[in-house]
């Protein structure tokens, strides 16, 4: 079956406008996580949808960013007001939540803030 | 809080040697460890996971061990060939499963 996909996967935005990113799970994993990997550092975790319950955000930088997950499905991460330290690559992941909580990765989206 | 390590962070080998990587964790309550390898500008791929009640899972030429009580999981390379080149990361949960934590990685350069 198809794997995790995420849109776009290179964005170039400009100091100051609002980006969107996208993260298809995997058909039937509950649980989906956002991480943001900036250059030659390891993953930090930004936020937790786990179904239908509220969202984990505690790990987002700050208000300038937010996310949704519609339907228990596709998420999309809201990056506001983009600034230059908001370079990154956004990588999402899925999972069960049930059995061996494997965790899936989508192939990321590199966003520069020029 | 959960803290992973990777030691070495670099790892450069002759092709055809085998090679050992190792991640530590301090927090010993874990559910599983995952290991994963990302090749440049890429996401990642999923290698192996061993469940806490597991000592070692095996896929191909990769072994991967895990000693809760120690700490420490490794992950064992077999013949390696230039395309295993990759950084290769460990996970581990959250004891409530909202995160997991990441080692910072080894990158690994296997010469042809």
């Known amino acids: 079956g198809a794997g995790v996909s995420q849109s776009p996967s290179n964005k170039v935005t400009e100091k100051g406008k609002d980006v969107e990113l996208r993260c298809d799970p995997i058909?039937?994993?509950?649980?989906l996580y956002w991480y943001r990997q900036s250059l030659g550092q390891g993953l930090e975790f930004l936020i937790y949808?786990?179904?239908?319950?509220?969202?984990?955000k505690s790990g987002l930088p700050s208000d300038r960013f937010s996310a949704e997950r519609t339907g228990g499905s596709v998420s999309t991460l809201t990056i506001q007001r983009t600034q230059q330290e908001d370079s990154a690559v956004y990588l999402c992941?899925?999972?069960?939540?049930?059995?061996?909580?494997?965790?899936?990765f989508g192939p990321g989206t590199r966003l520069t803030v020029t | 809080k959960q803290e992973v390590t990777q030691i070495p962070a670099a790892l450069s080998v002759p092709e055809g040697e085998n090679l050992v990587l190792n991640c530590s964790f301090t927090?010993?309550?874990?559910?599983?460890l995952q290991w994963f390898r990302q090749d440049p500008g890429k996401g990642l791929t999923s290698l192996l996971l061993?469940?806490?009640?597991?000592r070692e899972q095996t896929s191909g030429r990769l072994n991967a061990s895990l000693d809760k009580s120690s700490g420490r999981s490794t992950l064992y390379i077999a013949a390696s060939q230039p395309g295993d080149s990759a950084t290769y990361l460990c996970?581990?949960?959250?004891?409530?499963?909202?995160?997991?934590?990441f080692g910072t990685g080894t990158s690994l350069t296997v010469i042809p």
């Open positions: 992941a899925s999972s069960t939540s049930t059995g061996s909580y494997e965790q899936y």
């Open positions: 058909s039937g994993h509950t649980a």
């Open positions: 949808f786990q179904g239908n319950s509220a969202p984990d």
């Open positions: 927090d010993s309550a874990i559910y599983n």
């Open positions: 061993i469940q806490s009640s597991q």
């Open positions: 996970a581990v949960p959250s004891n409530t499963g909202n995160q997991f934590y």
